[in-house]
């Protein structure tokens, strides 16, 4: 602060500075405005934080996930395909972490399910039927959609969703098809706007080609506009699938958290995220259950890295 | 333009600085909080002024009376920082073993968990919290017997007709595995049997929520839940005795455990006149009935890790 007080006098700056540092040294470098090392240091520094941080995530979470697999001796195919998860019971505890898998991917599935013809039915009307209207109207609506936290989509299934199973499928309610829809409306905005932008993005040509040989409406949307943006439009719905896949709050809260694996999308469930969220607190830093846990946090990492390669699979193949 | 500049780089700079220094300053809390009582003490106060800062974290049932407490004792000592934090019985033990916690708050005993040594860390029991099962009220069962009420969890039980209330098939609330709630009502409760698989949430008040909404669905939860006009869920009594704060103190009613405050080793000055307020009067005839909890000194039962009770 004493340099910079210095600097602030025009007439005794250029004396002192000079005194005080080396006019090409480390600290002019970094300070001076016009410098070109200023610039660089500042984006190179960001980009690098960047890497740091997704390996040191990547490595923390390995070395915790593996942990109950080299220290505990849990057996890792039986981790994985088990469906008996009784971590607490005294004899012959049980780490099967299977039905958590299953849960976290058929309400990943069923999401999709749910969202995608929406989300593609939205991003059409945006960008090909009103699209005026679409990015004055629509566009702020999908925002809001958003920026809406997910404690309150649980909030609502808790409230509107589950009674409303209890009532016409039986049960208690909570069950994965309550989850599937909560993290089905939580995604839509997310697919939609990434659908619109990819229908966007098909060149014009290509529609007045299509109305030129006398398509109508809907034929161009369906023939012609949907297939060519094709990938994008599966990108869009995939990158949807990795959100709902991550959702802990708002899932936890309707979807029942039972460890048994569910026989119907009526039956209650649990996911890698819930079991996580439900658990983590009352273990001890490097108990079993503890060590368990993260494990389930690692495979969660595992298989959103799949979901990455999925995504940059199909993008290399939309640019080739 | 270069002022701005420099005076930007410069606010950074100092401000990432105290970022750091603050992340260093909350690893070494524990070190630090008794030698730093040299600051200017209180002239008006014939007592050495505390100064420094706690760090309290874990349970969250205890949480809230932790946060009063902290609340009172930080008015008396203006120097004094004092931080609640949540976190969960096992990270409230976990954290205190390693000394990132003054206090690790718990509801269950250190000796439960397995990899905690108990030994290293001092146990401090500050209130009781007493439980009992919440049911809904279309089950229309206001008391059952220890024995159907563990027919009734186990599993073996499915419609509450089975044990004279309502033809309404049972939906079960389990807490979480490690539950410090879970594991008191498994324990006092249901002797130790294995509940059957039910819907699983960890909040209370989600718990109390999903109880009233859905028929026939039984629970359990801390007694401070159950307010007196408040017909959502009922209050079960077991064994024909009323869950209540009497019937506990007395020993009558088996299901409650107490709320520990646990350093490591013991504690540093501050923290001591800390947990000596919790015990003082102050706190145990005033916060601790109004948070719902129970004094530890209207007890007329004890119990030691392996849950065995005996008289005063």
């Not at chain 1, 939205?122 to 009103?130: N, S, V």
């Not at chain 1, 899932?251 to 694996?261: A, K, P, S, Y």
């Not at chain 2, 003490?41 to 050495?48: A, I, K, L, R, V």
């Not at chain 2, 509801?107 to 099962?133: C, H, P, R």
Request: proline share 3%; charged share 15%; aromatic share 8%.
């Amino acid at each position: 602060m004493k340099i910079g007080k210095v600097a602030m006098d025009p007439a005794t700056a250029t004396a002192s500075k000079s005194k005080l540092i080396n006019e090409k040294g480390l600290f002019w470098r970094l300070t001076d405005r016009t410098s070109e090392s200023r610039g660089k240091v500042l984006i190179y520094s960001s980009a690098i934080l960047m890497i740091v941080a997704v390996t040191a995530i990547t490595l923390f979470l390995t070395i915790q996930g593996l942990r109950s697999f080299v220290v505990d001796h849990l057996n890792f195919w039986t981790f994985i395909t088990g469906t008996q998860w009784y971590p607490d019971r005294a004899q012959n505890p049980s780490f099967g972490a299977f039905p958590f898998i299953f849960g976290s991917m058929a309400v990943t599935f069923l999401a999709a399910l749910i969202a995608t013809p929406i989300a593609i039915g939205t991003a059409i009307f945006m960008a090909e039927l009103a699209k005026k209207w679409g990015t004055k109207v629509m566009q702020p609506i999908i925002e809001i959609l958003v920026g809406i936290p997910s404690v309150v989509y649980g909030l609502i299934g808790l409230s509107l969703i589950v009674p409303f199973m209890r009532v016409h499928f039986g049960g208690s309610g909570f069950n994965l098809l309550a989850g599937a829809i909560v993290v089905g409306i939580m995604i839509l905005p997310t697919v939609a706007s990434i659908a619109a932008d990819s229908i966007r993005a098909v060149p014009d040509s290509l529609r007045q080609a299509s109305y030129a040989i006398g398509a109508t409406k809907w034929q161009t949307i369906w023939r012609v506009v949907i297939p060519a943006a094709g990938s994008s439009l599966v990108t869009a719905i995939v990158l949807g699938m990795s959100r709902a896949f991550g959702e802990a709050l708002a899932v936890q809260m309707v979807i029942g958290n039972v460890v048994t694996l569910p026989k119907s999308i009526f039956d209650p469930s649990a996911t890698l995220t819930t079991i996580i969220t439900l658990s983590m607190g009352h273990t001890t830093t490097g108990s079993i259950l503890n060590d368990a846990l993260w494990s389930l946090g690692f495979i969660l990492l595992l298989i959103s890295y799949v979901f990455i390669v999925i995504i940059r699979f199909l993008s290399r193949r939309r640019n080739a | 333009m270069k002022k701005k500049n420099l005076l930007a780089i410069g606010l950074a700079l100092v401000l990432s600085l105290t970022l750091i220094l603050s992340a260093c300053g909350n690893g070494s809390s524990s070190g630090s909080s008794d030698s730093s009582s040299s600051s200017k003490s209180d002239s008006s106060s014939s007592t050495e002024a505390l100064s420094g800062k706690i760090t309290i974290g874990g349970s969250t049932a205890l949480q809230p009376l932790a946060a009063q407490a902290a609340k009172e004792f930080m008015d008396k000592n203006p120097n004094v920082q004092i931080e609640v934090q949540g976190g969960g019985s096992g990270t409230g033990l976990s954290e205190a073993q390693a000394g990132n916690f003054d206090i690790g708050m718990s509801d269950v005993f250190a000796e439960s968990k397995s990899n905690i040594d108990a030994k290293a860390l001092k146990d401090y029991q500050v209130a009781v919290v007493g439980m009992t099962a919440a049911v809904n009220p279309k089950a229309g069962v206001k008391n059952l017997s220890k024995k159907d009420l563990q027919a009734v969890f186990t599993g073996k039980v499915k419609n509450w007709k089975e044990v004279g209330g309502k033809d309404l098939k049972i939906t079960l609330v389990n807490r979480p595995d490690g539950s410090g709630t879970r594991a008191t009502f498994d324990q006092f409760a249901l002797d130790n049997k294995t509940p059957a698989e039910g819907i699983t949430q960890d909040s209370t008040n989600t718990v109390k929520k999903i109880i009233s909404e859905t028929p026939g669905a039984i629970g359990y939860m801390a007694l401070s839940y159950f307010t007196a006009n408040d017909s959502s869920v009922v209050k079960l009594s077991i064994d024909g005795v009323e869950a209540n704060d009497d019937n506990v103190a007395s020993g009558k009613f088996p299901v409650w455990a107490y709320e520990h405050m646990y350093t490591k080793g013991e504690p540093s000055k501050l923290v001591k006149a800390f947990l000596d307020f919790i015990m003082s009067d102050a706190v145990q005839t005033k916060d601790v009935p109004a948070q719902g909890y129970l004094s530890v000194n209207d007890m007329k039962v004890q119990r030691d890790a392996t849950g065995k009770q005996s008289d005063k």
